[in-house]
Nanobody, 122 residues
Framework: QVQLVESGGGLVQAGDSLRLSCAAS?????MGWFRQAPGKEREFVAT????????LYADSVKGRFTISRDNAKNTVYLEMNSLKPEDTAVYYC??????????????????WGQGTQVTVSS
């Protein structure tokens, strides 16, 4: 496993933007973001491969969120625009050191961050 540390969460109003960051303690192949709202199961948000090509997004965030990564810094980002109250959740960074192909399945990731809270007010 690698250590993952998220940052960038906060309280914003609907329509605002936020940028989440997740720094890994070592090299990873795939990196992704998941979120969990109160009373709901953890759900997939976005994932990106080492090369950064063809990231995968949940339908609920497609066109509003952008995932990117800086391999030199072992860091993945989630740019969130046009935020909605339903985006309110704890956002978790996830990574895997051995899997080269992106996946939306949480059980395929071997490392997880502690989570960062994103709250969007209406």
């Amino acid at each position: 496993q690698v250590q993952l540390v998220e940052s960038g969460g906060g309280l914003v109003q609907a329509g605002d933007s936020l940028r989440l960051s997740c720094a890994a303690s070592g090299r990873t192949l795939i990196m992704g973001w998941f979120r969990q709202a109160p009373g709901k199961e953890r759900e997939f948000v976005a994932t990106i491969s080492w090369s950064g090509g063809s990231p995968l997004y949940a339908d609920s965030v497609k066109g509003r969120f952008t995932i990117s990564r800086d391999n030199a810094k072992n860091t993945v980002y989630l740019e969130m625009n046009s935020l909605k109250p339903e985006d309110t959740a704890v956002y978790y960074c996830a990574a895997d050191r051995s899997r080269p192909f992106i996946t939306k399945e949480a059980q395929m990731y071997d490392s997880w961050g502690q989570g960062t809270q994103v709250t969007v007010s209406s």
